[in-house]
Nanobody, 124 residues
Framework: QVQLVESGGGLVQTGGSLKLTCVAS????????MGWFRRAPGKEREFVAT????????TYVDSVKGRFTISRDNAKNTVYLQMNSLLPEDTAVYYC?????????????????WGQGTQVTVSS
């Protein structure tokens, strides 16, 4: 059983930056694909970014390409989401997720474990 704990959310102005952190415990971290998803008020959960076990194959939703960067430190069992040039439409609860295997995925149903979420609010 893998436990995921996110942190780093907060309130930031348009154009600002935040770095989200997700620490995993209870599993072989390098064996898991890690992903970030978000849910905005009144909307469905949305894929944001994912990366494979070694962190060499990141994938992003088009709306965050060039602004967000996913990375991981397997020695620390941690995955990060660096968010730059934030926009009001990035406001959401951000969730970290883990998926067994080597194939990255943007489908939330394919992820086995989820964190509790961290709120990101971008003011205009």
């Amino acid at each position: 059983q893998v436990q995921l704990v996110e942190s780093g959310g907060g309130l930031v102005q348009t154009g600002g930056s935040l770095k989200l952190t997700c620490v995993a415990s209870g599993g072989a971290f390098g064996d898991y694909v890690m992903g970030w998803f978000r849910r905005a008020p009144g909307k469905e959960r949305e894929f944001v970014a994912t990366t494979n076990g070694s962190g060499t194959r990141p994938t992003y939703v088009d709306s965050v390409k060039g602004r967000f960067t996913i990375s991981r430190d397997n020695a620390k069992n941690t995955v990060y989401l660096q968010m730059n040039s934030l926009l009001p439409e990035d406001t959401a609860v951000y969730y970290c997720a883990a998926r067994r295997g080597v194939i990255t995925s943007s489908e939330s149903d394919s992820y086995n474990y989820w964190g509790q979420g961290t709120q990101v609010t971008v003011s205009s």
